[in-house]
């Protein structure tokens, strides 16, 4: 995996096959950071499959409870430096949707994780480069080490680098897709939207949350999240696009 550079100037990563040292060498390039701790960053891009074929060691799933949290502080901090005389409801579902599942992905794909993560040869087949939840949580796990390797001011570069356009995305106030859907039920003479937890995976420090929301005379939404709110988020945002309506990402 080589280092080329993009349009505007950074480098990116090639794609042809080469080994795991040399496509985290790459991804340091990219993301303009030389880990002091190689052992942190490598971890922070292991998936459990990757822990489960013998792989890795261990996977990112501790680190990724930690930048859950890093990742709200910076964006947090960003939210209110950029919007000082917004409310705290404001600030809120801003931050909301800069830290949701589908915001994490896209910025993943951005600092080009999909690339450098280590996975088993099943979960490769299944496609899990390119699955939403896998590279949400390997993106909050690179916040992790980012912190953990040189402290908050490191982290904050990622996520004002790779966040830069779900930031953008906030500049108008989004709307609670809960709110949405509540809404667009009364309107359209519908039962009032009723959720349920569906599953509950992980261990208690890093839990998923699996919800289902259903609306009468629509197909029900089923989302995931890292709570039970987040997850009825995601519900209430696939019930939404199910039925063909716009809704804030």
Known sequence: MGVAPDTAGRP????????????????E??????????????????HASAVDSGRATVSY?????????VLGLVAALVLSESYPTADEGGLSVRLNAVVAAP?????ARRAGI????????DEERKGGRDKERILGDAAEA???ALFLDAGLPAARRFVETFW????????????????????????????APMYRVVAREGPDHAPRFQVEV????????????????????????????????????
């Open 29 to 46: 390039a990219h993301i303009g950071h030389r880990f002091t701790n190689r052992v942190i960053i490598e971890q922070a891009l292991s």
């Open 103 to 107: 915001a994490c992905a896209r910025a």
């Open 12 to 27: 990116v990563l090639a794609t042809h096959r080469v080994s795991f040292d040399e496509a985290v060498d790459a991804f």
């Open 164 to 191: 830069a356009e779900e930031f953008v995305r906030v500049a108008t106030r989004p709307r609670d897709p809960k709110n949405t859907l509540q809404e667009w039920a009364a309107a359209s003479g519908r039962s």
């Open 61 to 69: 799933e501790r680190l990724e409870f930690v930048g859950d949290r």
């Open 142 to 144: 690179v916040c992790a």
């Open 214 to 249: 259903a609306v009468s005379g629509a197909q029900p939404g089923l989302g995931e999240g890292a709570s039970k709110r987040d997850a009825e988020r995601a519900a209430a945002r696939a019930l939404l696009r199910a039925a063909g309506e716009t809704v804030d990402e």
């Open 114 to 121: 999909p690339a450098v993560l280590r996975l088993s040869r």
